[in-house]
């Protein structure tokens, strides 16, 4: 009899422990996150938040954040501010069109016949269609093609965040606004002389499974909502690749900065931009958080 009377008080003592453990716990305020892919900008006399959203052009429909979460704020606003206003078909008209090669050039002209043999062997390996169609792009956008191979994405039919954007923005009747105009955007592809563009696809055909590893590598961490990890990755091997860091981030997120003041004290509004612009000393966070903004991070 003593024995279960024992037991029972060593049962209720842990109990009380393990409830006293939660409580505890429960009372420890959660640290905000230092580094996020969603930023609420206020301060600075805004009347009401605008919100500060880091893209990535290519991901799976399950890995996306929660659509709500997105959706109800977006409903807060008043406009939604994208890099390009993708809802103005002159836009979309001038991006097709300057996506291609200038002066009617092709990469069949610019490429060894083993080196557009390669590119073929790919596009049939990873896409089951033939490299030609695609021969007078621009040497820097070829590779974004092959990155939406379900074998590399690992998922059918890839989505993407500024289609979201876009239809959301129509179903709140929101207008888009762009941050640049399409020039802005191959002007900072092109800070890539076209040699080097062409050396860089002609390694990235050589080691498909090596770049697509790097791709996969920096989707992970675009998942771990962490913007400056994804800047630092995302600027790692630019120079080595004549790709200026300067040139693709840092000169368009300070053009953009007095854009993004003018829009936000005229209407609460919701900013998505390529998550690798938001991190490092000169991102988007850092630059509005200098001009005195607050930007509180939101775990998604």
Known sequence: ???????????????????????????????????ALLYRISGKGLKKPSYLFGTIHLICQKD??????????IAQTGQV?????????????????????????????????????KLDELFKAYLGIPFAPFQSLRPALISTILLRSPKVMGCPGPAAYDSFLVENAAANNLPIIGL???????????????????????????????????????????LKQDSDALYKFATKDSDADGLSPEKLLVERNLAWIPVIEKNISAAPSFIGVGGGHLGGEKG????????GYILTPIRL
């Open 284 to 291: 988007v966070v850092e630059l509005l958080r200098k001009h």
């Open 81 to 117: 501010i994208l890099e390009i206003d993708l809802d103005d078909p002159e836009v979309l008209q001038k991006a097709a069109k300057g996506s291609v090669m200038v002066d009617g050039k092709s990469l069949k002209d610019q490429l060894k016949p083993e080196e557009f043999a």
């Open 1 to 35: 009899m003593k024995m279960k009377r024992r037991s029972s008080l060593l049962l209720l003592l842990l109990l009380n422990v393990a409830f006293l453990a939660l409580v505890a716990d429960a009372q420890v305020p959660k640290e905000e996150p230092k580094s």
């Open 180 to 222: 640049e105009n399409v020039e802005a955007e191959f002007a900072a592809l092109d800070s890539q002389p076209l040699a080097k563009q062409i050396e860089s696809l002609n390694k990235f055909a050589a080691m498909p499974e090596k770049n697509f590893g790097d791709f996969k590598n920096m989707y992970q961490i675009y």
């Open 64 to 73: 996306m954040f929660p659509a709500e979460t997105i959706k109800s704020l």
